[in-house]
């Protein structure tokens, strides 16, 4: 199964040169805690309600001035294409730790999102969204003390 055949169409988006407070108040709103950035129908970067916490308001950033562009996520996104096997978009999932993937056309025009909800409703695979959660929920310090003990051939709990 391809992931244009689960994904969410209907994504809310802002712009890079909204402020904080209009993203933070669409996020309320929409009840989500992250909002494709796009200029153009393209996908330039992505902001979270996390961003907002940790890049703005604990550096004193003011919500009314400050833009989306100026604390976005931009140069690690994590996306999938919609041609993609819905298996590698989980597997995106899990490595990387994301609820979310934003999914782009092959011109990088944002086409949708698809989340856990999205691979719970496939009836392709009942365990899939059980062990996509699992690996996603799980602290990094133990994914990162686990690929630590794998690259020196120790095999712990």
């Known amino acids: ?19 904080l407070r209009d993203a933070a108040e669409r996020m309320n709103t929409l009840d989500v805690g ?7 129908d393209r996908l330039v970067g992505v902001v979270t309600d996390r961003d907002i916490t940790v890049r703005a308001t604990a550096e004193g950033l003011d919500p009314f001035a400050t833009q989306v562009v100026d604390i976005m996520s931009k140069d690690d996104l994590i996306t999938c294409f919609e041609d993609q096997d819905v298996e590698e978009a989980a597997r995106m999932m899990r490595d990387q730790q994301v609820r979310r993937l934003p999914v782009l056309s092959h011109d990088r025009r944002l086409v949708g999102i698809v989340s856990l909800g999205d ?10 969204s059980g062990e996509t959660l699992k690996a996603i929920s799980r602290p990094s310090w133990a994914r990162a003390r686990r690929a630590a003990e794998h690259a020196h051939g120790i095999h712990g709990t």
Do not use: Y
């Open 34 to 40: 992250v909002l494709p950035v796009c200029a153009n």
């Open 1 to 19: 199964m391809k992931v244009k055949d689960i994904l969410s169409t209907q994504v809310d988006t802002v712009a890079p040169e909204s402020t």
């Open 119 to 128: 691979l719970a409703a496939d009836p392709g695979d009942s365990q899939r």
